[in-house]
């Protein structure tokens, strides 16, 4: 198990000086953030010229390019992702599930979306990860078992966060060993 941190809580600084607090403050790594309009340390639009330049200041600051977050499920924008990611050696690729929480046909709908998705990231030798989000389509324990029965791929995993369950009304605990067959991710923060 290697830990990171995402340079989405460096978004003030650029992504060389992110990766180097990172490491500055002990860990093997980063989840390098692609969210459009929150932190975009890779901008996908420009990632063929910035990908040369992520890899040499990752290997600066003697940290591994762990995950990638990008939040979009657009086809177009992933496509730009999982390429910066085949390039950058970037196994998992993390989005959310998109979709309204406890209506039927969103969660049918962002299953589809992964799976096409999945398929996809299948293409480029990346694993796309999604995680239980509260408010979307996918938002606790039994909503993610039905999609990681429905996406029967090595390309799809669980990015597992348990702040997330504890919102849903779940206990992490008893939710992580239900999922921990896709678990390719996890996510940790504001959780006692």
């Known amino acids: 198990m290697?830990?990171?941190v995402n340079t989405v809580l460096f978004k003030m600084l650029n992504a060389r000086d992110a990766m180097k607090a990172v490491k500055l403050a002990g860990y093997d790594g980063v989840e390098l953030s692609a969210i459009a309009g929150m932190c975009e340390h890779l901008v996908l639009d420009?990632?063929?010229t910035q990908a040369p330049l992520i890899k040499a200041w990752a290997l600066e600051a003697g940290v591994e390019l762990l995950s990638m977050e990008v939040a979009s499920l657009d086809e177009a924008?992933?496509?730009k992702a999982f390429k910066a990611a085949q390039y950058l050696g970037i196994p998992v690729v993390n989005v959310g599930p998109g979709g309204k929480m406890d209506v039927e046909e969103d969660v049918v709908n962002s299953i589809a979306t992964l799976r096409a998705r999945a398929e996809l990231a299948a293409q480029y030798g990346v694993t796309l990860c999604t995680k239980a989000h509260v408010g979307n389509a996918i938002h606790d324990t039994p909503t993610t078992l039905r999609a990681m029965n429905e996406i029967p791929l090595d390309s799809f995993?669980?990015?597992?966060?348990?702040?997330?369950?504890w919102r849903a009304g779940e206990k992490p605990e008893e939710a992580l060993p239900q999922v921990i067959s896709r678990v390719r991710h996890i996510h940790i923060r504001d959780c006692k």
């Open 2 to 4: 290697k830990l990171g």
């Open 46 to 48: 420009a990632w063929e």
């Open 77 to 79: 924008r992933l496509t």
């Open 157 to 165: 995993g669980v990015d597992m966060d348990p702040s997330h369950i």
